[in-house]
């Protein structure tokens, strides 16, 4: 081999050792991780093992979930966004990702820009709920009670700074109908609350009360969406109920550590779309409240985007104190 064709295969050579190593066909050689930042058993965990275990079906590799709950979520995102960016750690982002980045005023990560989106995965709406034996009859007499005495009439949600909370925040705003919040350790604690008669009414995922719901428990009241929600369809949206323009829905998605190779995003989203058609995924999204929802990496980064802009506007118009 003269010196000329030498030095023409070391650079072939050297151009293939600088390839992703998504790029290379023995990707995934290994387990992918997912990490999700809430308790073992939750939404986020359930959302995470429905999609994981289809995908990794495709991918030929198993997907592990780990829960790294605390903080609102941050602790997860910030294992996966300073993670090496290879393809096999992965995060399950949740609305509260967007709202994070909204009321904490300093976070170990950007909430955009140090990841790579992967693929949207379900958006759920929440319901609003009063007891059983509560005097409002429909949503607008909420509305006229808070009108009427401003910041009497309270609500409960799963914690300050939680999506629920947000939700309340703009639907006052809107509504015009000042309201008073009162948080509680979670979904359960908000629930124990609104069925002893501590509190008039509380916004809440459908998972956390529909078994209340069906038990003649509690009443649901409106469905935060834009449309009504199919798990109860003779409820009305709070946009129906004299609030124009209101849509508050919690999403899930995957995300991956910002600057993972375009090969493995793209390989990534099409098995999140192929396992989003899978009957079985599909169903236990719904059974979850949550309606099975895919997008291409663009879509999710504008639709996160946007959340924060959406809640870093609550957060200051409502007065919240940042974390």
Known sequence: ??????????????????LPALA???????AIKIYQGFAPGGNADAIA???????????????????????GGTIASTTVARAKPDGYTLLLATGGHAVAGALYNTLPYKTVADFDMVSTVTYFPFLIVVNASSKF????????????????????????G????????????MAKAPMMHVP?????????????????????PPTAVMSNIQAGKLRALATTGPQRWPGLPNVPTVAEQNVPGYDVRSWAGLM????TPRP????????????????????????MGGEARGSTPEEMKAMVARELDRWTQVVADAKIPKQ
């Not at 909370?165 to 006052?172: F, K, R, V």
């Not at 604690?189 to 501590?198: E, F, K, R, V, W």
Request: aromatic residues 6%.
């Open 1 to 18: 081999m003269n010196k000329r064709n030498f030095v023409a295969a070391c650079a072939v050579w050297a151009a293939f050792a600088t």
């Open 24 to 30: 290379q066909p023995t990707y995934p050689d290994r």
């Open 49 to 71: 093992r429905a999609i994981g275990v289809e995908m990794g079906k495709a991918l030929g590799q198993p997907i592990v979930v780990e829960a790294q709950s605390g903080a």
């Open 137 to 160: 009859q429909n949503f607008p007499e909420v509305v006229a009670a808070a009108q009427a005495a401003p910041g009497t009439v309270a609500y409960g949600t799963a914690g300050i």
């Open 162 to 173: 939680s999506t629920h909370h947000l939700a309340g925040e703009l639907l006052a705003r």
């Open 184 to 204: 509680y350790r979670g979904d359960a604690a908000a629930l124990t609350a609104l069925l002893a008669g501590d509190v008039p009414f509380i916004i809440a």
């Open 256 to 259: 991956a550590p910002a600057g």
């Open 264 to 287: 493995v995003i793209e390989r990534l989203n099409a098995e999140t779309a192929r396992a989003l058609q899978v009957a079985a995924v599909r169903q236990r999204l719904e059974d």
